[in-house]
Nanobody
Framework: QVQMVESGGGLVQAGGSLRLSCAAS????????MGWFRQAPGKEREFVSA???????LYADQVKGRFTIFRDNAKNTVALQMNSLKPEDTAVYHC???????????????WGQGTQVTVSS
């Protein structure tokens, strides 16, 4: 059974940084598009960033220039470096593995349980 486990969430002040990590088991992450999504209370889950098998990346407009996604194929992990955090970045962040480089939630087949990120003002 595929498992994806996120870590690195926490409480940070506005302007601070966090690095999220996602470890995949029973799944070779290098053969999948790996993505990050987030869900704030009362809101739908939304796309944050994704990295394709070739290393191409996508970012949501709200995080472009502040967040960086990268993968370590040797460790079968994908990470999200988040800088200049804002209170509106507060959400549960989920990693996901999918078939193509896309912002569409429906294209991602495997999901982690999520890690909470809280940004205080």
């Amino acid at each position: 059974q595929v498992q994806m486990v996120e870590s690195g969430g926490g409480l940070v002040q506005a302007g601070g940084s966090l690095r999220l990590s996602c470890a995949a088991s029973r799944l070779t992450s290098s053969t999948y598009t790996m993505g990050w999504f987030r869900q704030a209370p009362g809101k739908e889950r939304e796309f944050v960033s994704a990295i394709g098998r070739s290393g191409s990346t996508l970012y949501a407009d709200q995080v472009k220039g502040r967040f960086t996604i990268f993968r370590d194929n040797a460790k079968n992990t994908v990470a999200l470096q988040m800088n200049s955090l804002k209170p509106e970045d507060t959400a549960v962040y989920h990693c996901a593995a999918g078939r193509s480089l896309t912002r569409s939630i429906e294209s991602y087949d495997y999901w982690g349980q999520g890690t909470q990120v809280t940004v205080s003002s």
